[in-house]
């Protein structure tokens, strides 16, 4: 669009010229939102330098689209990606009776499939000790659980899905950015490692994804590594990172993929984490100030 309007506007016209100084203001303004999301910017969360080992988290996330009717493709990937727990989301009871032979390898679940796009799946090899949590809206579920690693040291999960501001749905975001912040908030005062993962609806670097960052004081993996763009599969040209997993600093990084797609709009997302509490001291860790911390009270407590 700038070169278009650089090769065809009148520049004897001040119309014309404040329009291109307006785009070209707005592009700058946007790279600098996302440049932290190039292989250039600064990692957030650095790489482990151990193997794998009993402090290992393997996580897959999957978006898999309610009327998405390919649910033997997800097998087939998790049969390669071996993952210790998986979410999916947007599954209603079709979906809990196709996967239901998860169950053999996968016997510690928590399951709240539902018919309006907001079902959750929670499959794990590792203990879990949770409950279904209802912290907005009566029918748009999290899920808050304990996670007992091989090792034996015990991790705080949290698994969202909230309702993106779209005018067919929501046309606000009061409700999608409460129950983001109410997580935030839950984590800072959490007093075990912590993973959050989940289809956010909002990409990584919008305001409330940045606010949820430095409330909670969570790192997130993509941050000096790529976009991991999970949505839209269905369109090579129009992308965003959607699905999010975040982590306390006490974890380092083993790898973050962003995997083939099963038929879904959303590709997969695998993030392979490592309790490390020595990795506090190299990690970047987001600081909230007071002013950040007034909005996120002020979103916390806006009726919806």
């Not at 079902?119 to 879990?128: A, D, I, Q, R, T």
């Not at 190299?282 to 996120?296: C, Q, S, V």
Request: glycine letters at 4%.
């Amino acid at each position: 669009m700038i070169i278009c309007l650089s090769i065809f506007s009148d520049f004897t016209k001040p119309a014309d010229v404040v329009i291109l100084i307006a785009l070209s203001i707005n592009v700058i303004y946007l790279f600098y939102l996302i440049f932290p999301f190039t292989i250039f910017g600064k990692k957030q969360i650095v790489s482990s330098k151990l193997s794998n080992n009993e402090n290992n988290l393997r996580l897959l996330i999957a978006n898999v689209y309610q009327e998405n009717k390919k649910s033997s493709a997800y097998y087939g990937l998790i049969e390669k990606c071996q993952p210790d727990i998986i979410l999916l989301v947007e599954t209603n009871k079709w979906w809990q009776n196709q996967m239901d032979t998860l169950e053999k390898e996968y016997p510690y679940q928590i399951k709240v499939p539902l018919e309006n796009t907001y079902g959750m799946l929670l499959y794990s090899k590792l203990e879990l000790s949770g409950e279904v949590k209802y912290l907005v809206e009566e029918d748009i579920p999290s899920i808050e659980t304990d996670v007992k690693l091989a090792s034996g040291q015990t991790v705080k999960l949290f698994c969202l899905h909230p309702q993106p501001p779209v005018p067919q749905e929501n046309p606000r975001s009061t409700e999608r950015d409460k129950e983001i912040l109410l997580v935030a908030e839950k984590a800072k005062q959490c007093n075990l490692p912590v993973v959050v993962m989940g289809d956010l609806n909002d990409v990584a670097w919008s305001y409330t994804t940045e606010l949820f960052g430095k409330i909670s004081g969570l790192l997130d993996p993509r941050r000096g590594r790529g976009f991991f763009n999970s949505f839209n599969a269905k369109y090579f040209f129009l992308r965003f990172p959607l699905d999010h997993i975040f982590c306390s600093p006490d974890f380092s990084l083993s790898s973050i993929k962003r995997l083939k797609s099963c038929g879904s709009d959303h590709f997969p997302m695998w993030v392979n984490l490592q309790f490390n509490p020595q990795a506090k001291d190299l990690n970047h860790i987001p600081e909230a100030t007071e002013e950040d911390k007034a909005l996120a009270e002020e979103k916390i407590n806006t009726p919806t």
